[in-house]
Each structure stands twice: as C-alpha cells, then as structure tokens.
C-alpha cells in the first residue's frame, strides 16, 4: 500500500474509532468496523476482536472480510490462542508462524483451524484503557510480517486497538452522563409538578402550601403511590379532591 494511501486511510479509522458519543451505540458493531480498518491497513485476510470478563470471552467481533474465518478462529480460542494470552500478559503477542506454533504444540485447536483456513500468521495485542484490560485484536495474516517491517504492524495494531479501547470509554462515560441528566430532568420536572400541585390545592381549599404539601404526602403514603403520582393527578384535575382534603384535617 502506497504510504500516502496508508496514512489516510490510518486517518480515517483514527475518526472513525473516535465517533462514539452517538445514541444508539452497539460494541459489537463498532469493534466490526475497527477490525475492518485492521484488515486494510495491516493488508491481513481477517481480523477480531475478543472482549474478555474475568478471563472469559463474553462477546466476539469480527471483521467483515472473512468474517466466517475470524469468527470460527475466535471461537477455537476457548482454552487457549492468542487472544488469551495477550489479555492474560497484557502485552502483545508478537507475529507468529501458524506452522511453528503447531508444531510447538502452541495453541492447538486455533492453529488447526487456523491452517484449515490457510492462515499463515497471526498476533495479537491488548485493548484495554489504563490499566482495565477489556480483551485483545487478533490479526490473521497471509504471512509474516517482512523483514524490513521493524514491528510496525504490531505498533499498528496497538494504535488502533488503543484508540478502539478509548473510543469503548469514551461511550460508557457518554452513557452515565446522559443517565444522570435524564434523573436530573426528572427530578427537576417533578419537583416543579409537586410545587404547581401544592399552590392549586392551596388555593382551591384556602389552606397554606405547606398544610397542602402534607395533605399530598399522606395521601400518597397512604395509598403507597409516588408523591409525583399524586402530584401530577392535581395538576391534571383527575385526582380525588375529596380523599386529598380529608387528608389536610
């Protein structure tokens, strides 16, 4: 790949791994177009990731070319491969001959499926965030790295699943913030709903506020109904006016 097509191209998974704080977010689908991304810029034939809890898989994402063959070579991953052993040293897992390893008798149920599928190299690196490891990439490759590649595709690899971790991050945060504020708004709202209840009751019975707020506050105990149920039956003038005002006697 020509470098300047490269560098765009590393650009464009940059932004793209970036747009996360959008409704609607699904982790699966996100991580499917990063490890698309991976597949281009790392000229490899698939790519996955692994989300790992306590040492289990507990989700799969697999890129969209080959996606058959990355998800099964996920799958043969479930004693050992690659993936595990990148989450379990939180540090990559350098290029490897597939044939090597078998005959290391290195992860043997993935390099069988792995040769199957005539993948001749693979690696792995962590995605986590700080020190919270949340899985590994997985890389399948037509080969190994050349020689004059220097590790860059393993640093490679590292930049987009660091920025694949970020953007993960980035989203969970996104999520409580949007949480909170729509439990603030709703605070707000019934509060605002309970004051509005206080004054008309206050006003239809020629009693203080307060005496109203009481009156609200044991009906809805008594009833064991939300106070803002109450509240928003005043306002809506469905309430049983007379049930609330033996309550204020």
Known sequence: MHRSTREIRLAQALVESADTLTDG?????????????????????????????????????????????ATELLQAQRDDGPCLDSYGSGRPVPPVSIRAAREAARWPEFTERALVHDIAATYAVPLRRGQRLLGALNVFAPGLPAEDDDGTALRLAQLIADCAALGLQNNTAYVQCRTLADQLQQALSSRVRIEQAKGMLAERWSISADHAFVAMRQYARRHQLPLDQVARAVVDRVADDAALRREAE
């Open 25 to 69: 977010f699904e982790a699966v689908h996100y991580l499917q177009g990063v490890a698309d991304h991976c597949v281009r810029l790392l000229a490899a034939r698939a790519a996955g990731f692994m989300l790992i809890d306590e040492g289990q898989a507990v989700s799969l994402a697999a890129s969209g070319t080959h996606r058959d063959i």
